[in-house]
């Protein structure tokens, strides 16, 4: 299939299957059998880790909300993560998606989900503030001290489930500490 440039940063629709997630570009229907749905991996942790650090720096250095982008290539199937040009407040933040602002992302590259900082949340509020796109999605509540992070699947039909992180992400750092005993020695 040839995609071709659009306005925004495309996306992906997520079909969920037994046992894992299916994607999509966001265009396509799930039942077009001239597309090869891709298997979606879990995310490693140390992308939450990372996201949920640059919101404390930003909380604790200028009392904003900065957001991330999970980002999903179609092609091998991998993510990333990327910070979106975007309008920082108190109490979130307004992320960009026009592709001007995102001149080197290839078109297989898609917008996958999303982690935002939000101040303020409570009950149904959260899930309200998940943003109208297929993709993993990670709220950041923060009440004074206190935070919590929940995590949603919006899937490709419009539908939302709230996920516990396990059902998503793979601990990484436990395995890259203690994966291969030959490679990293503890004496």
Same mark, same amino acid.
């Given at each position: 299939?040839?995609?071709?440039?659009?306005? &925004?940063? %495309?996306?992906?629709?997520?079909?969920? #299957?037994?046992? &894992?997630?299916?994607?999509?570009?966001?265009?396509?229907? +799930?039942?077009?059998?001239?597309?090869?749905?891709? +298997?979606?991996?879990?995310?490693? &942790?140390?992308?939450?880790?990372?996201?949920?650090?640059?919101?404390?720096?930003?909380?604790?250095?200028?009392?904003?909300?900065?957001?991330?982008?999970?980002?999903?290539?179609?092609?091998?199937?991998?993510?990333?993560?990327?910070?979106?040009?975007?309008?920082? @407040?108190?109490?979130?933040?307004?992320?960009?998606?026009?592709?001007?602002?995102?001149?080197?992302?290839?078109?297989?590259?898609?917008? %996958? %989900?999303?982690?935002?900082?939000? &101040?303020?949340?409570? @009950?149904?509020?959260?899930?309200?503030a998940i943003p109208l796109i297929s993709g993993i999605h990670f709220i950041e509540q923060t009440v004074g001290m206190d935070h919590a992070v929940h995590l949603f699947i919006r899937y490709g039909s419009g539908a939302l489930d709230r996920v516990s992180p396990m059902a998503v992400t793979y601990d990484d750092w +436990?395995? #890259?500490?203690? @994966?291969?005993?030959?490679?990293?020695?503890? +004496?």
């Amino acid at each position: 299939m040839k995609m071709t440039q659009q306005k &925004t940063i %495309g996306q992906i629709k997520l079909i969920p #299957a037994p046992d &894992t997630l299916l994607a999509i570009p966001a265009e396509c229907s +799930e039942h077009d059998k001239t597309i090869t749905p891709v +298997e979606v991996p879990r995310l490693p &942790t140390s992308f939450v880790s990372w996201m949920l650090g640059l919101s404390l720096v930003a909380r604790t250095r200028v009392d904003r909300s900065v957001a991330s982008l999970l980002l999903f290539d179609l092609h091998v199937g991998r993510w990333s993560v990327c910070v979106p040009k975007q309008w920082c @407040g108190i109490d979130g933040a307004r992320w960009s998606t026009n592709r001007s602002d995102y001149p080197d992302l290839p078109d297989h590259v898609r917008i %996958g %989900g999303s982690f935002q900082p939000r &101040t303020g949340l409570s @009950g149904d509020e959260i899930a309200d503030a998940i943003p109208l796109i297929s993709g993993i999605h990670f709220i950041e509540q923060t009440v004074g001290m206190d935070h919590a992070v929940h995590l949603f699947i919006r899937y490709g039909s419009g539908a939302l489930d709230r996920v516990s992180p396990m059902a998503v992400t793979y601990d990484d750092w +436990e395995q #890259a500490a203690f @994966g291969d005993p030959e490679h990293v020695r503890f +004496e």
